[in-house]
C-alpha cells in the first residue's frame, strides 16, 4: 500500500483534458511544496514532468500542469495526445523521506 | 549531458546481500545535489530507497533502514547500494537518481535484480 493515493485509472479521448488527484496528509503532500510527477511508458524510466507542485522542468510540454490544495495535489494533462497514455505517479517530500503514490494509468481513448 | 547508468548482478540468492552501482557521467556528484535509489517490483510503484548529499549525508526510507547503506565512490563518480538479507520481495527495478528537494530530475536506465535461489 502506497503513502499517497491516486485513482488507478483515468481515461479521456484525444484533445481532452485529463485531472489526477494525489491525497497525502499533512504531514506530506499538505506540508511542503515539494510534490513531484512522473510519467512512465512500459518498459522505461520514469520521467520527471512537474516538480514543486507546478514548475515544469524544460522540454515538458505546458499542457502539463501542476496544482495542489490542502493535502492533495493535482496534474492535469490537457490537450491530450495519444503519447500521453502512460503510468503517471506522484511523490512528495516527508519529513526526511520521500513518499509515491501508487500510480495512475492514463488511457487515451 | 549527464547521465546516469546502473550496474550490478541480476541475480542476488534470499539473506544475501544486493550490490549496485550507478556511474554518474557529465558532472561531478560531489559537486551538488542529492542522489538516490529508487525500487519497482515488477508490475508495481515506485518505492523510495533512499538518498545521499553530494558532502554525504544520507537519508533512508525507516521500513529498509536496518538493511540498507548508500555510499559515494568519489575517485570513480559514482554511487552505490547496498541492500543486505535480501529475500524474494527485494525482486524489483533500481534506479538511481539525481534529486533535488525531493524531486529526481534525472534517472537512470535501471537494472533488474532477482532474489531467486
Known amino acids: 500500500q502506497s503513502d499517497l493515493t491516486q485513482p488507478p485509472s483515468a481515461a479521456g479521448s484525444p484533445g481532452q483534458s485529463v485531472t489526477i488527484p494525489c491525497t497525502g496528509t499533512?504531514?506530506?503532500?499538505?506540508?511542503?511544496?515539494?510534490v513531484s510527477w512522473y510519467q512512465q511508458h512500459p518498459g522505461k524510466a520514469p520521467k520527471l514532468m512537474i516538480y514543486?507542485?507546478?514548475k515544469r522542468p524544460s522540454g515538458v510540454p505546458d499542457r502539463f500542469s501542476g496544482s495542489k490544495s490542502g493535502n492533495t495535489a493535482s496534474l492535469t494533462v490537457s490537450g491530450l495526445q495519444a503519447e500521453d497514455e502512460a503510468d503517471y505517479y506522484c511523490g512528495s517530500q516527508a519529513d526526511s523521506k520521500v513518499v509515491f503514490g501508487g500510480g495512475t494509468k492514463v488511457t487515451v481513448l | 549531458q549527464m547521465q546516469l547508468q546502473e550496474s550490478g548482478p541480476g541475480l542476488v540468492k534470499p539473506s544475501e546481500t544486493l550490490s549496485l552501482t550507478c556511474a554518474v557521467s557529465g558532472y561531478s556528484i560531489t559537486s551538488d545535489y542529492y542522489w538516490g535509489w529508487i525500487r519497482q517490483p515488477p508490475g508495481k510503484g515506485l518505492e523510495w530507497i533512499g538518498s545521499?548529499?553530494?558532502?554525504?549525508?544520507?537519508y533512508y526510507n525507516p521500513s529498509l533502514k536496518s538493511r540498507v547503506t548508500i555510499s559515494i565512490d568519489t575517485y570513480n563518480n559514482q554511487l552505490s547500494l547496498r541492500l543486505n538479507s535480501v529475500t524474494a520481495a527485494d525482486t524489483a527495478v533500481y534506479y538511481c537518481?539525481?534529486?533535488?528537494?525531493?524531486?529526481?530530475?534525472?534517472w537512470g536506465q535501471g537494472t533488474l535484480v532477482t532474489v531467486s535461489s
Open positions: 545521499i548529499s553530494h558532502s554525504g549525508r544520507t
Open positions: 537518481a539525481r534529486d533535488v528537494r525531493s524531486a529526481q530530475h534525472y
Open positions: 514543486e507542485v507546478s
Open positions: 499533512s504531514s506530506d503532500v499538505g506540508g511542503y511544496n515539494y
